[in-house]
Each structure stands twice: as C-alpha cells, then as structure tokens.
C-alpha cells in the first residue's frame, strides 16, 4: 500500500460522538486525499491537502474536518458522529497534482450506531 | 451531477473470454483517465491509465480505449481469468490550475468463473 497506513482499521461508535481517523505516509507525498466509499457511490472525495496546513473540502465534506500539521500525517475528524457516515473511509497520497497516480492506504472500516 | 457514469455495475465473464466496462464524462476539460482495480479488503490501486492524445492503450491483457468525440473509454480484459475478480473504478481528472480531484465512477464488480 505505497507506505501508507491507517488507524485504526476498524472502528465501532456510537452516534455524537467525535472519531479521528488517522493517515500516516512514508513517501513524502505532497498531496493527501480522504475518501468514503459506500455501496452503489463508488469512492467519494471528503477533503484533500496540497501542503501542511492547505487543506480544501471535496464533494461530501458536511460533517467532516480535517487537519494535516506534517507532511506525512493527515487526519480526518469526524465531530459528532450519524449513522450516515457509517463507511470505509480511504486516504490515498500523491506526488503530482491529482492527475497522476493517486495510492490508496488499506482503508478504516467505520460503523455508527 | 455524475460526472463519470460506469457500466455495467456488475459483470460475470467465463474464464478466458473478454471483459468489458464502459464510462463517460461530460466535462470536457477531463484529460487524465485511470482506472483502479480493488480487491475485497483492500484499497484501490492504479492499473492503467490514458491521456486524451492515444486511442488506445495496452498493458498485458489490459486495453484502454478512448474516443473523445463521443467523451467515452472502457476497459477490455482480455483472457479473463479468476484472479481478475475484483471491483474496477474508471476515473477522470483535469490538469486545469486549482483542479486537484480524481472523479470516480460507482465501479462495476467483476467476476471471473472457471
């Protein structure tokens, strides 16, 4: 997965609650990417980062930040969780302006109940 | 707005014949188009991609083929085998300033059967 991990893999919560999820790249990858990805959707972009501390949302960024103080680490916060982000949720990094090969970490499985 | 529609959603092919996926696009100021394959568990990864200037592209068994005038590419497999089961994403994206998103297709789920 390209030196990209993420935490934690599984998460199970309740609806209210904050969660944060965890990107942490090895390749000194300028641009970092969360997406969700949700039967019959296909993968959809929550917010991206161009450089520590650029960050900019996607098309589903309601109910979600995000925050990336170093390079190699970019997180993603949900601040009261709905069942509706209920989802596997991917980062993915690249070293060109996302018209190159974007690489996808293993994903965090995440169930709001 | 779909910017990127795939089909099929899903697709069983015997082992050895060809599989096919298609996509469009509207936004004409698309001009990088990968596709991604997934296993069960795993993140995407890149398996080929095509840039507006070729018609076509090959890679093994894996053809990409590109007609800009109707804003259209698929996937060819060729000899599918079983371990090509998985679930393929087409994508697009534009190199215009300030564009940095990958738009992604819903998938087709591939399944190869002996």
């Known amino acids: 997965d390209a030196g990209i991990t993420q935490s934690p893999r599984h998460k199970v919560t309740e609806t209210g609650t904050p969660v944060t999820l965890r990107c942490h790249q090895t390749e000194n990858h300028r641009y970092m990417y969360w997406y969700r990805q949700d039967p019959g959707h296909g993968l959809r972009l929550i917010h991206y980062?161009?450089?520590?501390?650029?960050?900019d949302k996607g098309e589903v960024s309601d109910g979600y930040s995000v925050s990336r103080s170093k390079t190699e680490d970019f997180l993603l916060t949900l601040e009261s969780a709905t069942s509706s982000q209920t989802s596997v949720y991917f980062c993915?990094?690249?070293?060109?302006?996302?018209?190159?090969?974007?690489?996808f970490g293993p994903g965090t499985r995440l169930l709001v109940l | 707005q779909q910017q990127v529609k795939q089909s099929p959603q899903s697709l069983i092919v015997q082992k050895g014949g060809i599989s096919i996926i298609n996509c469009a696009y509207e936004n004409t100021a698309f001009d990088y188009f990968p596709w991604y394959q997934q296993f069960p568990g795993k993140g995407p990864a890149l398996l080929i991609a095509i840039r507006p200037d070729v018609s076509e592209k090959k890679e093994g068994r894996f053809t990409i083929s590109f007609n800009k005038s109707a804003k259209q590419f698929s996937l060819h497999i060729m000899d599918s085998q079983p371990g090509d089961s998985a679930t393929y994403f087409c994508a697009a994206s534009s190199s215009g300033a300030g564009s940095y998103q990958l738009t992604f297709g819903k998938g087709t789920k591939l399944s190869v059967i002996p």
């Open positions: 980062s161009y450089g520590v501390k650029d960050t």
């Open positions: 993915a990094i690249s070293d060109r302006r996302g018209t190159e090969t974007q690489y």
